[in-house]
């Protein structure tokens, strides 16, 4: 049970600011390397087309994050926990299966990023970046592993997302924006199927599944468990600004990659890889806007395997109450990533398809998160208001007909 936080709850902005922290870990899920992958692709090949799926994908972001938050921080329970109550032996492990296949997805993605920024910087093989991102992520974790080591943990989390946004965003100094081109960006419309897929890789890669189960138990974890009111207001004001902050951080960072791609990259030839960009981005912007943007990618593989490996131990435990030490899950779930570099299937396409996989596992996420949050036994006076009720299954729904409209066009195109 975790202890009673002794956080001073005082109003204040120093009293708030001291609250935050949890949103800003879980923002790292929304800046991992499946996003580069996938938004650096959609601006090369669509141009502005796909900005309106960044725009509402980081909306329902931030709406879902603080679901998830108070989730964790009303009932003292994260979302995993609730639903291995509430599930019988059978569908919870078919539950959790699919979670995993979630997480392991993302830390595919996550340890194949770092690697390719490792090949970009210092012309390392993908493997043997493969192995350094996951020795260096076991010691990230060894941090958060220690007694108190969550602030630490949270301190070097936020210093990686400090550097991806420079990493990611420096590039646009140097960009020919076109502002009427950004506006009908705005305007949702796809071309074609494979448009279609790469919105729904957009969408999986923005709204991440695994972090939806872990921010109720970072949130929890950070603040502890109280049955008071009072305090839990205070708690929930802090989520707001927390979650407000971090994911429109994120959004700024994934817009900016995309508007990158857009403006610099659309029509060159070999941008439909990371390290093709890349050289593009070397060609048209220079050497050093290229190196920026690679220890960008660096760090957005460091940071996001990390989380990814936490969020992956919150959902055993809290599924199947099993509770595996996160240093040896992280040595366990590096081997598919591994494999993947191993056998020279191309890291950027795997990229891509894991963010597709991630989006088919969203609903699984959100559903029980938006019925459990909108549930007045579950969460008393701290229920979800009608407007977020509605907005979050317009929301849901949203997610699954994109996800469904996905299966007839792919299908409809082998037939």
């Given at each position: 049970m975790p202890k009673l936080a002794t956080t001073r709850l005082s109003g204040g902005f120093r009293a708030t600011f001291a609250l935050l922290g949890p949103a800003f870990v879980a923002s790292i899920a929304y800046v991992d390397p499946g996003n580069v992958a996938a938004n650096l692709t959609a601006g090369a090949r669509y141009g502005y087309l796909l900005l309106w799926v960044l725009i509402a994908a980081n909306l329902i972001a931030m709406l879902v994050q603080y679901q998830s938050a108070k989730l964790g921080l009303v009932t003292g329970r994260s979302l995993p926990e609730i639903l291995g109550e509430r599930l019988s032996t059978g569908p919870r492990r078919i539950y959790w299966l699919q979670a995993e296949l979630v997480a392991a997805a993302t830390?595919?993605?996550?340890?194949?990023?770092?690697?390719?920024?490792?090949?970009?910087?210092?012309?390392?093989?993908?493997?043997?970046g493969g192995v350094i991102v996951g020795i260096a992520s076991m010691l990230l974790l060894s941090i958060q592993s220690r007694t108190g080591g969550q602030r630490q943990f949270e301190a070097i989390i936020i210093t990686l997302l400090a550097v991806i946004v420079v990493g990611f965003a420096s590039g646009l100094i140097f960009a020919q924006l076109?502002?009427?081109?950004?506006?009908?960006?705005?305007?949702?419309?796809?071309?074609?199927?494979?448009?279609?897929?790469?919105?729904?890789?957009?969408?999986?890669?923005?709204?991440?599944?695994?972090?939806?189960?872990?921010?109720?138990?970072?949130?929890?974890?950070?603040?502890?468990?109280?049955?008071?009111?009072?305090?839990?207001?205070?708690?929930?004001?802090?989520?707001?600004?927390?979650v407000l902050a971090a994911?429109?951080?994120?959004?700024?960072?994934?817009?900016?990659?995309?508007?990158?791609?857009?403006?610099?990259?659309?029509?060159?030839?070999?941008?439909?890889?990371?390290?093709g960009a890349h050289a593009a981005i070397v060609l048209v912007l220079g050497p050093a806007v290229g190196v920026v943007f690679?220890?960008?990618?660096?760090?957005?593989?460091?940071?996001?395997?990390?989380?990814?490996?936490?969020?992956?131990?919150?959902?055993?435990?809290?599924?199947?109450?099993?509770?595996?030490p996160l240093l040896l899950r992280r040595a366990i779930t590096l081997i598919p990533a591994l494999i993947v570099l191993g056998t020279g299937f191309d890291p950027t396409q795997a990229l891509v398809l894991s963010q597709v996989v991630l989006s088919f596992g969203i609903p699984f996420a959100l559903i029980p998160l938006v019925r459990?949050?909108?549930?007045?036994?579950?969460?008393?006076?701290?229920?979800?208001?009608?407007?977020?009720?509605?907005?979050?299954?317009?929301?849901?729904?949203?997610?699954?007909?994109?996800?469904?409209?996905?299966?007839?066009?792919?299908?409809?195109?082998?037939?």
């Open positions: 830390d595919i993605a996550e340890v194949l990023g770092g690697a390719i920024a490792l090949h970009l910087l210092f012309g390392l093989p993908l493997l043997l076109d502002a009427g081109q950004i506006v009908a960006g705005i305007v949702p419309r796809f071309e074609g199927t494979n448009s279609v897929l790469l919105a729904t890789s957009m969408l999986g890669a923005t709204v991440m599944p695994h972090v939806i189960y872990l921010h109720s138990a970072l949130a929890r974890d950070r603040h502890g468990v109280s049955q008071d009111a009072g305090r839990i207001r205070t708690l929930l004001r802090a989520t707001r600004w927390d994911l429109s951080i994120a959004g700024v960072v994934n817009i900016a990659m995309l508007l990158l791609a857009a403006s610099s990259l659309r029509g060159v030839e070999g941008t439909s890889t990371i390290p690679a220890v960008g990618l660096l760090a957005s593989g460091l940071a996001s395997t990390s989380v990814g490996t936490y969020a992956g131990a919150a959902i055993m435990g809290g599924l199947l109450k099993v509770r595996v459990l949050a909108s549930s007045r036994k579950e969460m008393g006076e701290f229920v979800n208001p009608t407007w977020m009720r509605w907005a979050s299954w317009i929301s849901t729904t949203m997610i699954v007909i994109i996800n469904v409209l996905l299966i007839v066009l792919v299908v409809g195109g082998i037939a």
